[in-house]
């Protein structure tokens, strides 16, 4: 089992930056896919960033396309979400995702491949 604690939430302003980061305990996670996912009020869980186990194939949603950077430290055993430039349109509780399974890139988008979740941490930006 893997156990993923999300931490660096909070409310900002638009136009600012947040660095979340999702630090994993009871495996090491470096040969899984990891990703980051988001959930807004009244709305599903959306994609926003995945990137696979070396750190060489990224993907990310078209709307945070040049404003987010996911990325990792295996050594460390800690994923990161780099957001940039936030909008109102952010505010979100912010999952962090494992998928242990051994895949050729690019990871995957969908939350149906990924095992292992966390809590979530919430992002408010306001305008």
């Known amino acids: 089992q893997v156990q993923l604690v999300e931490s660096g939430g909070g409310l900002v302003q638009a136009g600012d930056s947040l660095r979340l980061s999702c630090a994993a305990s009871?495996?090491?996670?470096?040969?899984?896919?990891m990703s980051w996912f988001r959930q807004a009020p009244g709305k599903e869980r959306e994609f926003v960033a995945a990137i696979n186990w070396n750190g060489g194939s990224t993907e990310y949603a078209d709307s945070v396309k040049g404003r987010f950077t996911i990325s990792r430290d295996n050594a460390k055993n800690l994923v990161y979400l780099q957001m940039n430039i936030l909008r109102p349109e952010d505010t979100a509780l912010y999952y962090c995702?494992?998928?242990?399974?051994?895949?050729?890139?690019?990871?995957?988008?969908?939350?149906?491949?990924?095992?292992?979740w966390g809590q979530g941490t919430q992002v408010t930006v306001s305008s």
């Open positions: 009871g495996r090491t996670i470096s040969s899984y896919s």
């Open positions: 995702a494992a998928d242990p399974r051994p895949r050729l890139p690019p990871p995957p988008k969908s939350p149906d491949e990924y095992a292992y």
